[in-house]
């Protein structure tokens, strides 16, 4: 199929530059995640909202998007904030029957293994155990990360900073890129471990404090998923760019962007790319979501190239076909050489799927290379049938040399097999009659 060099103006005015204001419209991956917790463990939302002081999802929605909390939001110390967190967790495993809905007297009993699923008596605890040990191990990994990620936000734990001491082409995976800061960042580490924000966290939380080895592969896993979506970013122009000297530097369009996309950037965890190419010629990233917050990040508001060896970063509330409607085809935002999306999640229903399928048949037609990430064997396998549907151009499929290497536990259902953010990539472009039917099968060769 040739590709659309113009698509359909919607009928409304286009905003002036200088007051960009989209209509934010389509289905949330973060709201419909929210509200999904009802189906599951029924009245879980609520204990959340709670807990927190929070009257609505939307309040939730505005502190995670980096608001201010409203004059209620009730957190008087550290040790009351870890509380509140641990109770939103608090609901028995196997019956899903949450702390209020039991008889006087009667409490939640804590797994003393991994000391992060709950049960509300033996019966359920016994009873679930065949499926509980198959992730026992690996849910102990989670309940210490979701403590030391504090460290992140405070900024206790930063990322290494200056030049990479290697070549960048060596760096290939997470073998060689922790090899490669070595003693650097075991030095850091320990920094870490005996900082005093490690001891009043931990003072905080009132319970053991783990073995040093275990904090330790805790600090590792979580700069790892801090640096998963940059990395991942560079292995995507790696393999479908290339060249990063192109005059006026390199464009990058993050789709389905979210308050996670916002963190990364307001941790400098994109500078990562400065040592991945150095001498480029710039980088525009642009994030761009129905679920980004419009303060997190500075709204897109010109072309200009970025400054050589710079990193730009700008920000577009609402659905990539507008935004490329508004700002591409209006020539006030310069087309992209790559487009990126971490957890797309469009095989997961029709209402994402629908509010997805413009932005796919529009990367199709015009030949954008893009790379997605996905959790799962499984969601690797659905992308991939929804993709070849459309018939699009499936250049390279496989394990993600950067997944996140910390475990994210399904939420509502402990004892799921814990996923990893990132684990398998796809990269596409154009359709699939432009690869003379020589679609790859298997993972790209990362050796640049």
């Known amino acids: 199929m040739a590709p659309r060099r113009r698509r359909r103006k919607r009928s409304a005015p ?110 359920c605890q016994k009873a679930d155990w065949p499926a509980h040990k198959k992730v026992c191990g690996e849910l102990r990994l989670v309940a210490i990360d979701r403590l030391l990620e504090w460290l992140m936000v405070t900024g206790d734990l930063s990322l290494p900073s200056g030049p990479w001491p290697w070549p ?7 073998d060689t890129w922790f090899s490669m800061w070595g003693t650097q960042l075991d030095t850091m580490l320990e ?13 905080s939380v009132g319970r053991p404090r783990p073995d040093p080895d275990s904090l330790r592969g805790s600090l590792r896993r979580l700069l790892s998923d801090t640096l998963s979506q940059p990395l991942t970013l560079g292995l995507g122009l790696r393999t479908l760019v290339g060249s990063t000297g192109k005059p006026g530097g390199i464009t990058v369009h993050v789709v389905g962007a979210s308050h996670v996309e916002a963190f990364l950037t307001s941790h400098r965890a994109y500078d990562e790319l400065r040592h991945m190419f150095p001498g480029y010629a710039g980088l525009h990233i642009v994030m761009v979501g129905v679920d980004l917050a419009v303060e997190s990040l500075p709204q897109l508001s010109s072309v200009l190239p970025s400054a050589s060896g710079t990193i730009q970063l700008s920000s577009y509330q609402g659905l990539y076909h507008d935004f490329w409607e508004e700002q591409i085809e209006t020539g006030r935002a310069v087309w992209p050489d790559l487009v990126a999306g971490f957890h797309p999640g469009f095989h997961a229903s029709q209402d994402l799927m629908a509010g997805w399928l413009p932005t ?51 939420y509502t259902n402990p004892n799921k097999q814990p996923v990893y953010c990132s684990a398998y990539y796809i990269m596409f472009r154009g359709t699939a009659h432009h690869l003379d039917g020589e679609e790859a099968v298997g993972k790209t060769n990362h050796r640049m």
């Open 14 to 123: 286009v905003a002036s530059p200088g007051a960009l204001t989209p209509t934010v419209s389509g289905p949330s991956i973060d709201a419909l995640g929210f509200l999904s917790l009802e189906s599951n463990v029924p009245g879980l939302s609520q204990v959340i909202l709670q807990k927190l002081n929070m009257k609505s999802y939307e309040e939730y929605k505005a502190v995670v998007n980096g608001g201010t909390p409203g004059s209620g939001f009730g957190i008087r110390s550290l040790s009351d904030m870890f509380q509140r967190l641990e109770d939103t967790f608090q609901f028995c495993a196997r019956c899903r029957v949450l702390p209020d809905q039991l008889p006087d007297c009667q409490l939640l009993r804590r797994c003393k293994r991994c000391r992060n699923v709950y049960y509300c008596g033996p019966e």
């Open 168 to 174: 960048p082409e060596a760096v290939q995976d997470w």
């Open 191 to 203: 920094s870490v471990l005996g900082s005093h924000a490690m001891s009043t966290l931990w003072d």
């Open 360 to 410: 796919l048949l529009l990367l199709r037609d015009y030949e954008i290379p893009t790379i997605f990430t996905v959790y799962s064997q499984q969601e690797l396998t659905a992308s991939l049938q929804i993709l070849r549907k459309l018939e699009t151009g499936i250049i390279a499929y496989g394990d993600n040399p950067f997944t996140s290497l910390k475990p994210e536990q399904a």
